[in-house]
């Protein structure tokens, strides 16, 4: 099955998932910034990547108009964020991006991500500061204290083994 990964990265850890991919399936493999440089429509299986902010998918919207165009095809969503993987944000974040007419066509995968405050541009870091500034005053509950503690440094969690679901779905 001819497939290829495109995918949008700020900072890495989508870029890293989408690397790892290609190495997985030796497909091809495509930042957003060259997206015009492809057909998609020479392929079977199709996975968009990208980073989550602020509760949304970025460039999402960029590929659910292509899905339109692809019906039929093998279509996939991998989207990356700091939440761990049992989150229950996870599953509410997929609900506010996709509708369940969309999710019948685009299969979404959330995959663990990190932090990255090296690579951050400038607005993201105070994004990321006034969000920590706003759990500290409001931080009542033991999960909130754990994602201040959590958020307050660089971390990397990404793990060439989730990708096992997302793997096979491409696969089949
Ligand atoms: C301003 C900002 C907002 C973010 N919002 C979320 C969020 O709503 N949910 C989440 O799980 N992670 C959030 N993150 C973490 C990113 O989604 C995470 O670092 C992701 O893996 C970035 O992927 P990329 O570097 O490939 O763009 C946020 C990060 C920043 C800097």
Same mark, same amino acid.
Request: glycine content about 6%; overall charge positive.
């Given at each position: ?43 079977? +299986?199709? +996975?968009f ?11 999402l919207?960029?590929f ?12 996939a969503v991998f989207f ?6 049992? +989150?229950?944000?996870? %599953? ?14 685009i299969?979404p ?19 990321? +500061? ?22 307050? %440094? ?19």
């Open positions: 099955m001819k497939t290829i990964i495109l995918y949008c990265s700020k900072t890495g850890f989508t870029r890293q998932y989408a690397q790892w991919l290609q190495e997985e399936l030796r497909c091809d493999c495509v930042p957003f910034s060259e997206r015009n440089t492809v057909d998609l429509s020479q392929y079977q +299986a199709i +996975a990547g990208s980073g989550c902010y602020v509760g949304k998918i970025r460039k919207d960029w659910k108009k292509q899905a339109q165009k692809l019906r039929g095809k093998r279509l990356t964020g700091a939440m761990p993987p049992d +989150a229950p944000d996870v %599953h509410r974040l997929e609900r506010e991006n996709f509708t369940p007419e969309e999710l019948r066509a299969k995968f959330y995959l663990q991500g990190g932090l990255n405050y090296k690579q951050m541009c400038l607005k993201d870091k105070l994004l990321m +500061a006034g969000f920590r500034k706003m759990l500290k005053a409001h931080a009542d509950s033991s999960k909130e204290k754990v994602m201040l503690q959590n958020i307050q %440094h660089s971390f990397d969690k990404t793990s060439r083994e989730s990708l096992l679901p997302l793997l096979d779905y491409l696969r089949q």
